[in-house]
């Protein structure tokens, strides 16, 4: 009977790569607050670029189309008119697969994961009885 080549310390390997490249739902709730506080600490601070950053590529194009202009301005503009006001405190974080919802004191952000991480996908969103949320920045 012929053994492979690699022994037993491949299949170690093998189970460490597998275990490690799976994250935990817990892993990921961590990631995704992480990403909204971020989020909501360069709101506080005016930071727009981040803010512009932090956005999915729908939800950013979404945004400069609506305000026909870049996302820089077009963010800053939300938060002078109080459309994107700082949300407080993270209550609750709910990940299913590559999507997520956070709620805070005074919002709930959706977010998705991409190939550099967790961004967002809406912001500024406030529940509707029967209906879906209404948000102030979103996708297409």
């Not at 990631?31 to 506080?37: G, H, N, Q, R």
């Not at 945004?63 to 949300?87: F, N, R, T």
């Amino acid at each position: 009977m012929r053994r492979g080549r690699y022994g037993p310390a491949a299949g170690a390997l093998v189970a460490l790569a597998t275990v490690s490249g799976c994250d935990t739902l817990s892993a990921r709730s961590d990631e995704v607050t992480a990403e909204v506080i971020r989020f909501e600490r360069a709101l506080v601070a005016g930071r727009v670029g981040r803010l512009c950053a932090a956005l999915a590529p729908a939800t950013r194009e979404e945004l400069e189309q609506s305000a026909k202009s870049g996302c820089v301005p077009a963010i800053g503009q939300a938060i002078e008119e109080q459309e994107l006001p700082a949300a407080g405190a993270v209550r609750g974080v709910d990940v299913y697969g590559d999507q997520a919802r956070v709620l805070l004191d005074q919002d709930t952000v959706f977010l998705a994961h991409f190939s550099t991480g967790w961004k967002v996908t809406a912001a500024g969103c406030r529940p509707r009885p029967q209906r879906p949320y209404q948000c102030e920045i979103k996708g297409g």
